[in-house]
């Protein structure tokens, strides 16, 4: 008989979608009291604010970047040090991903310092090592969601999997919190009735902690006192856990009472608990985000209503990581990763049906998850008097689900796009929450592909692929299909050409009520299902059409690229970087495979200057470096070390081109006349970023990246 439920796919989609709607719900009361939010909104049962798109979230980065460990451990077991190099990995040098408060102050960067200085896991998040106030903050629990989402039913697993995940950062109570809302979130997939999943979740912790005796003694107000409300519940904690009785600026203690009440008070329903746990205050997008992610568990999908929670959400999960492309998902990605690992833990195989949706790459649409839209938008060359979105299981063209888009009142020959924004700019949101940065996830010289058909109750339609070059202004289009009402699915493809200095920043639908005369109020719909890129990029990357976005005055970004460290603007139509130790720049897919890249640069002081390959993160990247009178292969494995060299005159002052070429595990480097090649027997990158850096002081101006990938 199976471990993994059978409703497993759909269960994890509302979990994560879960965890997302609590972050948003209570990210604009963060650190709020109960008072504050009590007098000014009363009853708080919706979102209190309003975004043109949802910024990152700390509370999001951690889950999905850690649960990364997995793919990128060494061992066939995890351990605490996988997780804190993943840590290392996916998270910027202090800004961006969580709170950088300093040393000792915030626990988060607290743990990476030492981990960066070369303290390993578990020791870099011990109270030995930090303080006990310092490991007993939130973030042990915070970021553990994935770890119970991806051991549904399998509580022994979550408590293993969080107890070495949250061990990185925090100790006791820390950890105790990651392994108690891990081990909830893994028994709601097989328990119904929230009393017993915390009764359970509760027997993997320390009966005599404070953490247990916090989350007991709510609990036994709620069921000593028939007649309180959950506002008398909160007094009640106020008093005995609040904050003045925990040292640090955000213990975990305070928080966990408020999430134990909100899951009493709320008796299995999702919109009450997670407003009761929003209106309590504090931490609030934290608490109401994990028991989010158990509450979508426990009900499931049909709990989570579309237009007051989903729409506003509208499926996106955009991050700040240290990889640009890797800040742009979906939440049916999250999802999808976090149940491939399910099944792969469990030894199970995937589902029927499900394997290409859990196995697909981290930007398709498939439509499979019950009311998911994987953030597509609409938008009109006219004026459009409705145009929605809903997920349906009418028809499909592979699976069972598709999505159906409907819009009235059109004008004879007008176009509606449908399509996924393949780049976000700082005017797409409404603040510069935790400092995301991007990189376009599809690039000139790939291809976008997917099917259209429309039912038998709508009317013959016009459909085509598409691609928007921004820098150009120029949309290049692919063939022009008639599609008739009733008809079957057809494919649209569109190939988009090499470019020089081309930016793809939306692709999609492109959609035409037809050309003839037709009444006034024309409707169309249109079923929409496995919207896909692939392909090889050919493109380049020309500083000199580059802009600098402000966002706050302590956020700027150059486009399309995202940084681990160091000081980049602008000048002359070049990009100046420089570090006073390490600092590294990235743009491009982190998915591309093999490719030659082209780099010209001038070496403008220090010493060492690279150019970076199938960069896999801040820790994982290959280096060609011009190193004082040599050119360098170098592999970044937490720490650079060198795997090859030759003599190279590379002057400074003078435009110079280094040439890389990466097939397979061989890495080959050309710069003025110099040649080297190296192939990588000991655990090769296979995949990865492009990106440029400097080393020990120095500085460089970068003038063009251009990558073309290898068949």
């Given amino acids: 008989m199976s471990r993994i439920p059978q409703d497993y796919p759909e269960r994890v989609y509302a979990g994560w979608l879960g965890k997302i709607i609590g972050i948003r719900l209570g990210a604009a009361v963060e650190g709020w009291e109960y008072e504050r939010i009590r007098q000014l909104y009363g009853e708080l049962t919706n979102y209190p604010a309003e975004y ?10 951690g889950p999905l970047f850690f649960l990364r460990a997995l793919e990128d451990k060494r061992g066939e077991t995890l351990t605490p040090q996988d997780v804190g190099e993943a840590l290392l990995n996916y998270a910027p040098y202090e800004h961006g991903f969580f709170w950088w408060g300093g040393y000792g102050v915030s626990t988060e960067h607290t743990a990476y310092l030492n981990l960066r200085r070369g303290i390993k896991a578990p020791r870099s998040g011990s109270a030995g090592q930090n303080t006990m106030a310092v490991a007993e903050q939130i973030g042990g629990q915070i970021f553990i969601d994935t770890w119970g989402l991806v051991a549904p039913g399998n509580p022994d697993l979550a408590a293993d999997l969080a107890a070495k995940a949250a061990s990185v950062t925090h100790d006791r109570n820390g950890i105790y919190g990651g392994v108690f809302v891990a081990c909830a979130i893994s028994i709601a997939f097989v328990e119904r009735d929230i009393r017993r999943v915390i009764a359970k979740a509760l027997s993997y912790i320390p009966e005599d902690c404070e953490y247990a005796r916090a989350v007991r003694a709510v609990l036994d107000f ?3 006192h028939p007649d309180a409300r959950w506002r008398d519940c909160f007094r009640f904690v106020h008093d005995n856990f609040g904050y003045d009785r925990y040292p640090g600026l955000c213990h975990i203690i305070p928080n966990c009472a408020v999430m134990a009440l909100a899951m009493a008070y709320g008796n299995g329903n999702f919109d009450d608990t997670l407003n009761i746990c929003n209106m309590c205050g504090w931490d609030t997008d934290c608490n109401t985000g994990n028991v989010g992610a158990i509450m979508g568990v426990l009900c499931g999908i049909d709990a989570i209503d579309t237009d007051k929670w989903i729409k506003p959400v509208h499926d996106l999960c955009i991050r700040s990581g240290v990889l640009g492309d890797m800040n742009i998902t979906d939440i049916p990605y999250g999802a999808s990763y976090i149940a491939r690992w399910a099944y792969r833990l469990a030894g199970e195989p995937y589902p029927e049906g499900w394997e290409k949706r859990l196995t697909s790459g981290i930007h398709d649409c498939h439509f499979e998850y019950p009311k998911s839209t994987h953030a597509l938008y609409v938008r009109s060359d006219g004026p459009v008097h409705t145009a929605h979105l809903i997920n349906t299981d009418e028809d499909a063209h592979t699976g069972r689900r598709c999505l159906r888009f409907f819009a009235t009142r059109l004008q004879p020959g007008q176009q509606l796009y449908l399509y996924k924004k393949t780049y976000y700019w700082k005017d797409d949101f409404s603040d510069s929450r935790y400092d995301p940065a991007f990189s376009p996830i599809l690039y000139p010289g790939q ?94 990357l020309d500083f000199k059409n580059e802009k600098t976005e402000v966002w706050t005055e302590l956020h700027t970004e150059i486009t399309q690229i995202s940084r681990m460290k160091g000081q980049s603007a602008l000048q002359n139509g070049l990009l100046r970087i420089a570090c006073q130790d390490e600092g590294e720049w990235y743009t491009g897919s982190s998915e591309w495979r093999d490719y030659t890249a082209w780099f010209t640069l001038i070496r403008e002081s220090g010493s060492c200057q690279d150019a970076l390959v199938r960069v896999q993160g801040a820790i994982r990247c290959y280096a060609v470096s011009l190193t004082g009178e040599k050119l360098r292969i170098r592999k970044n494995d937490n720490g650079y070390k060198t795997l090859a060299e030759t003599d190279c005159p590379a002057p400074k002052g003078e435009r110079l081109r280094v040439e890389v070429t990466v097939r397979g595990s061989r890495i080959t480097a050309a710069c003025g006349g110099a040649e080297i090649s190296y192939q990588d027997e000991d655990r090769p990158y296979l995949y990865g970023a492009v990106g440029v850096g400097v080393r020990d002081g120095s500085t460089a101006l970068v003038e063009r990246i251009c990558v073309k990938g290898l068949p």
């Fill in 52 to 61: 043109k798109n949802f910024a990152a979230d700390d509370d999001s980065n």
């Fill in 222 to 224: 709620h069921d000593t």
């Fill in 447 to 540: 291809t976008v592909s997917g099917w259209l058909r429309v039912p038998a109750y709508g009317s013959d339609t016009w459909g085509c692929a598409y691609a928007r070059d921004t820098r150009r202004n120029v949309t290049v289009y692919g063939e022009r299909v008639r599609l008739l009402h009733g008809g079957p699915w057809q494919q649209m493809r569109v190939a988009i050409p090499p470019m020089e200095g081309g930016l793809i920043d939306e692709a999609g639908f492109c959609l035409q009520s037809p050309d003839e005369k037709v009444k006034k109020g024309y409707q169309l719909v249109v079923l929409a299902d496995d919207l896909h890129f692939d392909g090889l990029p050919d493109y380049s």
